[in-house]
Structure formats: C-alpha cells, structure tokens
C-alpha cells in the first residue's frame, strides 16, 4: 500500500526527509558518518554533504564528530538532531494514521508492482 513520506521544508529546501530521516538513524546505529554511509549504500561524501547541509539547516548542529580515541573517533546525534528525529517520526506516523482510510480506498486504483 502506498504510504505518505513527509518533507520538511525550508523555502524550497528540504530540511528534513525520509532519506535524511534514515541517514541520522543510521549514524545513530553506526557511530559514524561513514559507517551509516555504508549501511544505506551511499558514498561517504554524499553522507557527509546531507550531514552539512542538515546542521546548516537547523538552529544548531544535528550531528557532531566525536574525535579519536581506541575506535578512530565517530559521530553522533546531538540533542537537537535527537530531538529532531523524534518529532519528524511523530510526524509521519500521525500523517500516516491520518490518511490510512484515505490510502486503502486509493490503492485499487494503482497498478500493481512488476
């Protein structure tokens, strides 16, 4: 079945996604930009440039680079990017919820998938 995926927007940029939703869960689980990079198949550059343009997008960083130590150092959810997350996921499942009846009645109208 068809689903919503919600689209933060600032002006016409995306603030926060489905794909960049994911992103910051996967550093979560990682511990690192470039251990999330991998997980989501995607190149640590482009990780690193959603990151940036994530943490320019917001009144504090989202995302912060954690230094050294015995692992080579990481990254890490700040508050505000955990917080972020939360409500962005709170959002989407409440606009899921809301459009549920809505969807059910559309799907018969879609081809099915090859």
């Not at 960049?20 to 979560?28: D, M």
């Amino acid at each position: 079945m068809a689903a919503p995926r919600i689209r933060l927007l600032i002006g016409e940029t995306v603030a926060l996604g489905p794909g960049k939703a994911a992103l910051l869960r996967a550093i979560e689980e990682a511990g690192s930009i470039s251990g999330a990079a991998r997980a989501m198949s995607m190149s640590y550059r482009r990780a690193w440039d959603l990151v940036d343009r994530m943490n320019a997008d917001f009144t504090g960083p989202l995302v912060e680079r954690v230094k050294g130590g015995r692992g080579g150092g990481g990254a890490r959810l700040t508050e505000l990017g955990k917080d972020a997350l939360g409500r962005y996921e709170r959002i989407e499942d409440k606009a899921s919820h809301a459009v549920a009846q809505d969807l059910e009645e559309f799907a018969p109208l879609l081809r099915d998938p090859d």
